[in-house]
């Protein structure tokens, strides 16, 4: 392995024999823990004579740099600067130590390092970090007051965020926490303190603190834009959507050509389901940054979304051509042409998707449509063609194979394949549960049931694995009680879960509990209010409650988005043919 900046042979020896032969040479290079070496005064270095030990032990710390064998460069640098006093050889030994994760080593040699050069930012923080990191942060507190005290000309509070950035790496967020507070005693409503504790907070999850610091700040300076905007972070962190956005359209009043701004608020309108005001912004930042692939990106997604085709396959199509999000926006155009219903132009689409993270994910939903255009045998042939290179890749395929059996109701065959691929795969929870479903769609309710034991004999607490154990129970067998305890472990695991929602408001339900049932399956159908076999649920409970018209109303919307469900259709036909 090579380190990312290079020691240099010949600068290390001869800046070492200038530093003796020339004492009044005014620099020299020395290498950083930066990527760009920096410039450094020799005024206050040693005078060092190159005998031939020193010598040879820097050719042994070069080399071994260059070969990467860190631990032994560090060694050889140590060895120099403690022999030579020199600061240069002591910030070598502490960067090889750190690329080496040598801890005692780097510690070592930051410790001389600061010993030989104390008014040296960089030794400070390289020590200091390195005592955080080994959770021996009491020992770093001197050299983090030092930090605060060094602020450069026009960076005003400089010092407290490179304490912050520190900071955030400890071991124990109280601690670190504690130890902001203890640092910034001395001026506890300076504006860079208060600032840069609070994100030092957030970055800890401690949300609260970081809100009440960031209102102290801004009750001195309400326009500050970095505190409002952090504010409006945590807001949107912490659910309290609507006044995140308000902050935002604060900072936006006092700074509307503020382009990352504005595309935060944009994201934040679309996660707070804004959608027509999200579709305002981003074309606005589209306007001022037409080759901004993130916003083209959100305005494909967004009219894609409200199922405007025409407005969003040009957005798709600049993404190819700029080669950015290419894999998204081939899935996203194969995606288009299938509801316009040209699935041959949608299996082109995906087919040409580059191998990445959405590889397998477009040639499997590839090989749907080939089933559907030109048989199951067509589509397995595909995927059997697949040039495949991970285990993971393997896994899906398998899994893609049994369910395009399993929907041409060749269920044998569709386990057989599930049989194959735990025979030789290591991801034997995904498949087992997988060759459940696949189970229970033939109505193998005792294959579900052992796969899904087997499952959190493993992992006691597969909450997928409890949730489908307990909802099949519920639903196709009459041991109620025994649903239930599987279905309120995974509520206890995932109690906001809509899926889980569902299967207690389903148990319930049969339990007789109908009104407790209402509760849980209302919660379901806010989270998920276009889909179809919640509908049927909470449907289903209205009308044997009485309340026959807000369930006909509920199916009906369901059936608009899925008409040909099989759950929806059947609980409608028995209760309103």
Known sequence: MRIPQRLLLAGTLLGLAGCAATPQAPQAAVAQTAEEPVEEATEN?????????????????????????????ADAYLKSAEETGDPRLARRATQAAVYARNSAMALAAAELWVELEPEQIDARQSLAALYIRSGQSDKALPHLEKIIAFSPVGKP??????????????????????????????????PEALYAHAQLASRLDHNEKAMDLLQRLLTQQPERTDALILQARLLHTSGRQRQALKRLQQVLKQDPDNDAIRLTYARMLVDAQ?????????RRLNRRLPENTDVIYALGLLALEAEELDAAEPYFMDLVRLGSRDEEARIALGQIAQMRGNRLKAIDWLQSVPRGERYMEAQLLAAQLMAVEHGTGSALEYLRQLPLETESEHTQRYMAEAELLAAAERYEEAMAVYNEALESSSEKATLLYARALTAEKFGRIDLLERDLKQILNIDPNNVQALNALGYTLADRTERYAEAMRYIEQAYALQP????ILDSMGWGLYRLGRHQEALEYLRRAAEQLPRDAEVAAHLGEVLWVTGQQQKARQIWERALEVAPEHKVLNETVKRFNP
């Open 45 to 73: 270095l040693p005078r060092v004579e190159m005998g031939p030990n020193l010598f040879f032990k820097l050719l042994v710390a070069e080399f071994a740099a260059e070969q990467g064998q860190m631990n032994l460069a």
């Open 157 to 190: 509070g400089h010092g407290y965020q490179l304490v912050a950035n520190l900071l955030a790496n400890a071991k124990d967020p109280q601690q670190a926490l504690q130890q902001m507070t203890q640092l910034t005693a001395a001026h506890p409503d300076d």
């Open 274 to 282: 804004e959608l027509t005001a999200a579709r305002r912004e981003f």
């Open 496 to 499: 906001e879960d809509p899926a």
